[in-house]
């Protein structure tokens, strides 16, 4: 695997901390100015990959499962989407696979389904720099990316609804995008006691040029009033294409198929390490 190739095996390499090789030519301790100036130069070309994102159709897959006190599945909420353009070039999102949920023990807020089409493929932007507190934390390198990491949060939460992240980004050092995400969603809330899982989020380097979100997970104990509630979530961003093009860019070798309770994921088989 190259540089450019895919950061799927992050997710296995993740756990195991920085990985030795090739010599990276980043300043691996900034100053207080150079850190300035890689957070102005990532979150410039985050504020152009956002811009380049909604050029693609994509087809997100969410699955949400909850497991009952003897640690066996129960529930499960499902919703297959396809993010693509009217005849008219209007954005729009199509629904295609949503059997009805059968959670019992949790229920879906709407700031959930704002989290799983916003919050959980973060990204970044130069207007989005002034509502967050940012610090860096050091340099590290996993699998063949070097990457700078960083610890965000939101300075104050809006009342009007917003949804934020908070935790850490790994950004890669020669790119200046995110290359991974690890934390949680938060917001202001009107309703108490609700909760949130900590996920992570990959990307992969998919056109040669930006790095798009390909794969979220989650498996979390959510401390309710009532009891600790373990739940799991998957979500996959695949199939992008982008608008007005006639290549779709696949992961692997598989081909698209119709959706099913268990669609085809990017990841390797086995699941991404537990959070650090």
Wanted: hydrophobic fraction near 30%; proline fraction near 7%.
């Amino acid at each position: 695997m190259t540089r450019r190739d895919s950061f799927r095996c992050l997710a296995a390499l993740a756990a195991a901390g920085p990985v030795l090789g090739a010599v990276s030519t980043a300043n691996h301790n900034p100053s207080q100015g150079e850190i300035d100036n890689i957070i102005q130069r990532f979150a410039a070309q985050e504020t152009a990959f956002a811009k380049a994102r909604d050029q693609y159709t994509f087809r997100q897959v969410s699955k949400i499962i909850e497991y009952d006190d003897n640690g066996q599945e129960g529930g499960k909420y499902e919703l297959v989407s396809d993010i693509t353009f009217t005849n008219e070039g209007k954005r729009t999102e199509n629904v295609v696979y949503a059997p009805v949920s059968t959670l019992q023990r949790i229920i879906m807020t709407p700031e959930d389904e704002q989290d799983l089409r916003t919050v959980m493929p973060f990204v970044l932007t130069t207007s989005e720099i002034p509502e967050y507190y940012i610090r860096f934390l050091g340099w590290q390198k996993v699998d063949e990316i070097g990457t700078y990491v960083f610890a965000v949060k939101p300075k104050q939460l809006d009342k009007s609804g917003k949804r934020y992240f908070e935790g850490e980004i790994w950004v890669d050092d020669r790119d200046y995008q995110i290359v991974k995400t690890y934390g949680r969603s938060i917001g202001y809330l009107k309703r108490k006691g609700q909760q949130f899982p900590k996920f992570e989020t990959y990307r992969e380097n998919i056109d040669g040029k930006y790095w798009f979100p390909t794969y979220t997970y989650a498996d979390d104990v959510l401390n309710f009033e009532t009891g600790p509630q373990r739940i799991k979530v998957i979500v996959q961003y695949k199939d992008y294409k982008k608008f007005g093009a006639q290549t779709t860019i696949q992961f692997g070798d598989e081909a698209p198929s119709e959706p099913t309770s268990k669609p085809n994921s990017p990841q390797p088989k086995q699941a991404p390490p537990p959070p650090r």
